[in-house]
């Protein structure tokens, strides 16, 4: 088959869940020997790929605000996708979707996959909003087929628009789990003495119920907070100044390659504090390594825990604090059982195989 995905930032570049799927995705489809072409956003500070992993890579010039940065690009990258003869056309997320009512008028079929209801986020405005919602009621009508990540979004779905959607969950890559050489020589972290905060940071995740909580136990463990910003205004800054007046917190920035394979392999804990995910990929991560884990009550986290690790009430810093202390106190319990779950129960492969019977209508 030839299939266009729009909707991502960059492939290669792991710069939220979505970019994750993109690439996991695709890399999957061309290897089973199908044509697949990847719609990039433009970037003046990242370079420009014509292909990698076997896929395409035809990169689209947008224009750098949160306001229109998905709206400039997927109408670019969709005009140009209406032309290039493809069999589908996958949308990924809300905003770029909006769009796939020009493939559907056109005749082309449609997939889209809804990573999370992305209006929820606090990062949106009144336009933002209202755009992101239009989105999802077009993928309502408009899309052959839908796929969530979610048993949350798919009730929601069927409850809001009476639309039938497929659960196709995210899949996790196999773990190369590492001694900590690179965080010790940069970071001065050691094994096991450190608790993991690994995403990106937006109010969303919940980095600020994490730091307050943290700041409220007695212990000599470090905090190492990993992740960059995504257009989170004066979010990311504030946190940044906030973790600093803690001596124990370790800013490391966005990390990747071996670097976090070392993070994850070493924390004593990993920590996902956040109010609304879609399917947290790095959760998956986390968990695939044997990690300890400690997430919000939220359906999205508690359906990938799968009775593995510890949760708290979301919103809830007492309850963290609480929590954490628990889970420090406890150490490592039933890593490789945690791990052969995720291994048994999140595969790319399977992933693809669903996304690709979608594709062809079966």
Not at 112 to 141: C, N, P, S
Not at 196 to 222: N, W
Not at 324 to 350: C, D, F, P, V
Request: net charge neutral; hydrophobic share 40%.
């Amino acid at each position: 088959m030839k299939i266009a995905m729009i909707g991502h930032k960059r492939v290669p570049g792991r710069e939220g869940g979505v970019e994750v799927v993109v690439e996991e995705l695709s890399a999957q489809l061309t290897a089973a020997g199908h044509d697949v072409t990847l719609y990039n956003r433009a970037a003046a500070d990242k370079p420009k790929y014509t292909e990698y992993g076997g896929a395409r890579i035809v990169t689209v010039p947008t224009i750098n605000k949160k306001s229109l940065d998905a709206v400039v690009y997927s109408l670019l990258a969709t005009l140009h996708a209406l032309f290039g003869g493809y069999d589908v056309i996958h949308y990924h997320a809300l905003g770029p979707s909006v769009m796939l009512l020009l493939p559907h008028l056109f005749g082309i079929r449609t997939v889209a996959t809804v990573h999370g209801l992305d209006w929820q986020r606090a990062k949106w405005g009144g336009f933002g909003t209202k755009y992101l919602k239009l989105g999802e009621k077009i993928i309502a009508r408009y899309a052959d087929e839908v796929i969530v990540l979610s048993e949350n979004v798919q009730n929601y779905f069927r409850e809001t628009y009476g639309r039938d959607t497929v659960l196709i969950p995210n899949g996790v890559a196999e773990p190369t789990r590492r001694a900590a050489n690179l965080i010790r020589s940069e970071y001065g972290l050691e094994a096991g003495e450190y608790v993991l905060f690994l995403a990106r940071i937006v109010p969303e995740k919940g980095l600020h119920y994490l730091l307050e909580a943290f700041r409220m136990l007695d212990t000599d463990k470090k905090l190492v907070i990993a992740g960059g910003d995504s257009h989170s205004g004066s979010y990311y800054p504030e946190m940044c100044e906030l973790a600093r007046q803690d001596g124990r917190a370790v800013l490391t920035g966005f990390v990747q390659g071996e670097k976090k394979d070392e993070l994850f392999s070493n924390a004593a804990l990993y920590v996902l504090p956040s109010d609304i995910e879609g399917m947290p990929i790095s959760l998956l991560e986390a968990m695939s390594y044997g990690t300890p884990c400690l997430v919000s009550d939220i359906p999205e986290n508690t359906q990938v825990l799968g009775g593995y690790g510890s949760t708290f009430a979301k919103g809830d810093v007492s309850a963290l604090a609480e929590a954490l202390k628990r889970a420090l106190g406890r150490g490592s319990r039933n890593g490789e059982l945690q791990a052969e779950y995720i291994r048994a129960h999140y595969s790319w492969r399977r992933n693809a195989e669903d996304t690709l019977a979608l594709y062809e209508g079966r």
